[in-house]
């Protein structure tokens, strides 16, 4: 790093929002003698796939009080300025077309960024203190439009354009912002103020989202304990006809939901897509503590120039991903059969992937770069999720931890010491890091767990884990491919038949996106891009082809006509029996030991 005390200033505004174009300026007072760098980050935190932003850069000009400047690309996302003497400003254009809660957004409705997708970095002044200047546009549109962001306000009214800033690079990346006409809630919760901007057409219970969300914020308080680490908090919400995803950040998150996960007015109960909203929001605000400040080492802070892998991120993504459904039934959002339905379906997801046998949660976790980020058909047969099956193995670290102490010891205690240790003083943990906390709150090693569902590809042993609690694992087949699991099914019904695919809709029939490993349809030779047209000779769609072939028994031969390029094929397929994979579980209302232990762990106390 060059020491510097002047801070680098940035400009950004709408400059064409017709067009999706932001301009961004940027001021270096003092550039580096020998030619000055600047770059766009290749990926954002929360997101481990290389995104290479600089491609959405589309004029780059560089210019000091003698004149225009020359520039130098060095590779897809680096530009060098001939050296100058005195100040240095760049200007560049960011085609913004892209709406998700990783990048950037801009059309005559609202703008919406990531800093990693507009802001370069100055190179050598990454630690330096940074200004910007967020601009309203000359658009008719605009004109009524406000801004919403976690950045510190120098100067502006607020929720108005103004100048903002930021101690360093690192931050003034980690606070998306959003500018449009946003509706905007406001609560507090344990004494720090939270905002919801909430941008797209919506029906919405405003007091029902704000004490919901506040119930959120303080059970994930109360769990880290006194003071939270952030002064304020703001939900960036994006409302879409279908859409999910979130983005964690320091102190704020962008949300991107369906219209139909938000509360209706008059709406009573919670159904399944406000379940799905109040669940991301609860995996995000609790991404303040964990990955946000206790991260891992490597990520202290990121390289944003390329792949920065760590074999962690089934703690920090698999943690998050059990203690945010937790926190619902702990805070009284949810009740216990609620939670217990929706755990089922976690586990669900895992049963049905045969890829859990090939990958561990770890190699996961190193592999999400070009494995998990770039899914492909074969990804159920090859690879397993590290949210998911990382939040079963959170589960069965937290039951084995409370049955072995009695329940006087849980994964609760380890994530305190998370927060104490790494969180708190901001150090970053180390690979190996967590096994020995984990050792230390158990009271002996625990080094076969790890190895057999960590590093290794074994289920973790729900069943045996559940009973103390008075609960027990169930599978099933399933009933249908919208079957998520968690809930017993119909008993009676006869065993089911199963081509083992997964079609999606086709002009011409079926197009099969997947193909199961070991399965009927993979062992005729059916292969995924194939259109089926015909079962039997009758013709079949996507919204068909299940029910055509549960028409018959398990051991039944069909004959498949389908379509592979242009060639048409026929196959003859032995149809098997549904696999059970299909997760529910349930509780013995007469186990009262179970009872006790089940409620001190849905309620996060302690045994009685």
Not at 576 to 602: H, N, S
Request: hydrophobic share 40%; with cysteine; aromatic share 10%.
């Amino acid at each position: 790093m060059i020491p510097s005390s002047a801070p680098v200033h940035y400009r950004i505004h709408p400059a064409d929002p017709a067009a999706h174009l932001f301009e961004v300026e940027c001021r270096v007072a003092d550039p580096a003698p020998a030619g000055q760098e600047f770059s766009l980050p290749a990926w954002i935190p929360g997101s481990y796939m290389i995104r290479d932003f600089a491609r959405n850069v589309v004029s780059f000009t560089a210019a000091s009080a003698h004149g225009p400047v020359g520039v130098t690309k060095l590779d897809k996302q680096t530009w060098r300025c001939d050296a100058v003497e005195g100040e240095l400003t760049v200007r560049y254009r960011v085609y913004a077309w892209e709406l998700t809660v990783r990048s950037a957004h801009l059309d005559t409705t609202h703008g919406y960024f990531n800093g990693t997708s507009v802001f370069m970095a100055v190179g050598g002044r990454e630690a330096a203190a940074c200004t910007v200047d967020i601009e309203a546009g000359d658009h008719p549109a605009c004109a009524r439009w406000r801004v919403a962001t976690g950045l510190a306000r120098l100067e502006g009214e607020r929720e108005c354009f103004g100048r903002f800033s930021a101690a360093h690079y690192e931050e003034l990346v980690d606070c998306p912002v959003e500018m449009g006409e946003f509706r905007l809630l406001r609560f507090e919760a344990r004494g720090v103020p939270h905002r919801v901007a909430i941008t797209g057409r919506h029906r919405l219970d405003e007091a029902r989202l704000r004490q919901d969300l506040r119930t959120i914020c303080e059970h994930h308080m109360d769990f880290f304990g006194a003071p939270p680490p952030m002064a304020d908090y703001l939900f960036l919400v994006t409302v879409v006809g279908e859409g999910y995803g979130g983005l964690e950040h320091r102190n704020s998150t962008s949300l991107l939901c369906r219209r139909r996960s938000l509360p209706a007015p008059g709406a009573v109960g919670v159904n399944d897509d406000y379940l799905e909203f109040l669940g991301l929001a609860s995996h995000e605000y609790f991404h303040s503590w964990n990955v946000k400040r206790i991260r891992p080492a490597v990520f202290a802070p990121p390289d944003l120039s390329r792949e920065v892998h760590t074999r962690l991120l089934w703690v920090f993504e698999g943690f998050t991903s059990y203690y945010d459904d937790l926190a619902l039934v702990r805070s009284g959002l949810i009740d216990e059969a609620r939670y217990l339905e929706v755990l089922g379906r976690t586990a669900t997801r895992v049963w049905r992937g045969q890829g859990r046998f090939l990958q561990s949660v770890a190699e996961s976790s190193f592999d999400a770069w070009t494995r998990f980020y770039k899914q492909d058909e074969n990804a159920p047969n090859a690879i397993v999720s590290y949210y998911t099956k990382g939040a079963l193995v959170a589960l069965a670290l937290d039951l084995m931890l409370r049955r072995d102490s009695g329940g006087a010891r849980s994964l609760d205690d380890v994530m305190a010491l998370l927060w104490q240790r790494h969180g708190r003083p901001a150090l970053g943990l180390a690979e190996d890091g967590l096994e020995s906390l984990v050792a230390e709150v158990a009271g002996r090693d625990l080094g076969d767990f790890f190895s057999r569902y960590v590093y290794g590809t074994e289920d973790p042993p729900l069943a045996e884990l559940l009973a103390p609690m008075g609960i027990t694992f169930h599978t099933r087949p399933a009933a249908s491919q919208t079957d998520r699991g968690g809930t017993v099914g119909d008993e009676a019904a006869p065993l089911r038949a199963s081509a083992g695919v997964r079609a999606v809709t086709d002009p011409l029939g079926a197009r099969v996106s997947h193909v199961f490993a070991g399965q009927a349809a993979q062992r005729a030779g059916v292969a995924a891009g194939d259109i089926i047209i015909a079962v039997d000779g009758l013709r079949v769609t996507a919204d068909t082809l299940e029910a055509q072939v549960a028409d018959h028994a398990p051991g039944a031969e069909v004959t498949v006509h389908l379509f592979r390029n242009d060639e048409l094929m026929v196959f003859s397929v032995v149809l098997q029996a549904a696999p059970e994979d299909t997760v529910y579980l349930v509780v013995d209302e007469d186990d009262g030991a179970g009872r006790g232990r089940r409620r001190a762990w849905l309620g996060g106390g302690a045994e009685p």
